[in-house]
Each structure stands twice: as structure tokens, then as C-alpha cells.
């Protein structure tokens, strides 16, 4: 439900799914915005923070 992620908005197609998501997969994959890049966004904002997985495990539970 990315229409509940305030940064995540501009991509709603307007059911909460991603407008780039075709099929189950993202069809600008190795194009997508660094929010999108699990593990670019760990390495910049939260290597520090957080371990790997509990990052990981925290977004499951935002996706899911």
C-alpha cells in the first residue's frame, strides 16, 4: 500500500500498488528510485541504525 507512504505517493496508480509494478514485477527495475533499492536505502540511511535483516524484516511488514 504505497499510497500510505507519504514518499512513495507520486508512484500510486491509484489502487496502492506501484503504477510500474506489470505482472508482479517492476518494469523500470534497473531504472527504480533509490526508495525503491532495499539495499541502497539500508547502506545510506540505516547501516547504522539496524542490522540487515532487521531491516529487512522491517520491510516485509510494510510491504505485506
Known amino acids: 500500500h ?3 507512504v507519504e514518499c ?3 508512484l500510486d ?5 506501484c ?3 506489470i505482472n508482479h514485477l517492476c518494469s ?11 539495499d541502497k536505502m539500508y547502506e545510506l540511511f540505516f547501516q547504522n541504525k539496524m542490522t540487515r535483516e532487521a531491516y529487512c524484516i ?3 511488514s510494510v510491504l505485506f
Open 13 to 17: 496508480r491509484g489502487d496502492g500498488q
Open 2 to 4: 504505497i499510497d500510505r
Open 28 to 38: 523500470i527495475y534497473e531504472k527504480r528510485p533509490d526508495i525503491c533499492n532495499v
Open 58 to 60: 522491517s520491510k516485509k
Open 19 to 21: 503504477k510500474y509494478l
Open 8 to 10: 512513495l505517493k507520486e
